[in-house]
């Protein structure tokens, strides 16, 4: 538990691994509580992290999403090592998806997960090396928004 009294935290997201997707944004969220965090910033960086996190469930084989809570933001990282995005472009267009039939069956696979998270963060960045992964950084403004 002394990791909670840090302002960085990290938590794995395992590919596959559908039955335990969510539960490392409920860490995140139950962490950002415990810090105070107003309810509107907790519930923009739940929605992204949720998306970040189910996107390396269905889409790679295992990554970590690390959280750090610094004076003025929240930092979100989502690294994870699997197949990258081919194009990126494409994939935050809305209702594109790759998803796989048994994505699908469990009711993935809208194709809204990218752009969910570009409109609930303030700031997202994206890279992607193909055959390696992806890596996000999110910020999320405490206090005023600075823009949508
Ligand atoms: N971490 C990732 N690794 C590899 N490909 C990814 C990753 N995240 C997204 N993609 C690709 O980008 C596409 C769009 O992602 P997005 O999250 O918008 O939709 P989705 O995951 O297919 O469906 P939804 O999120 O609505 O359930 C995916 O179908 C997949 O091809
Ligand atoms: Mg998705």
């Known amino acids: 538990m002394d990791q909670e009294s840090a302002g960085h935290h990290e938590f794995p997201v395992l590919g596959k691994a559908y039955f335990m997707g969510g539960r490392a944004s409920t860490s995140v969220k139950r962490v950002l509580a415990a810090a105070g965090i107003d309810d509107e910033v907790i519930q923009r960086v739940s929605v992204a992290c949720y998306e970040a996190e189910m996107n390396v469930v269905l889409h790679a084989r295992s990554g970590f999403i690390s959280l750090d809570i610094l004076p003025d933001r929240i930092v979100i990282e989502v690294h994870d090592q699997g197949p990258g995005i ?25 194709g809204m997960g990218l752009p969910n998270i570009k409109d609930h963060a303030d700031d997202m960045r994206i890279e992607s090396v193909a055959g390696r992964g992806v890596s996000m950084v999110l910020t999320f403004y405490l206090g005023d928004r600075v823009h949508e």
Not at 90 to 103: I, N, P, Q, V
Not at 104 to 110: I, K, Q, S, T, V
């Open 86 to 110: 081919e194009d990126v472009g494409l994939a935050m267009t809305r209702g594109w998806s790759s998803a796989s039939d048994e994505a699908r069956a469990l009711g993935f696979g809208a």
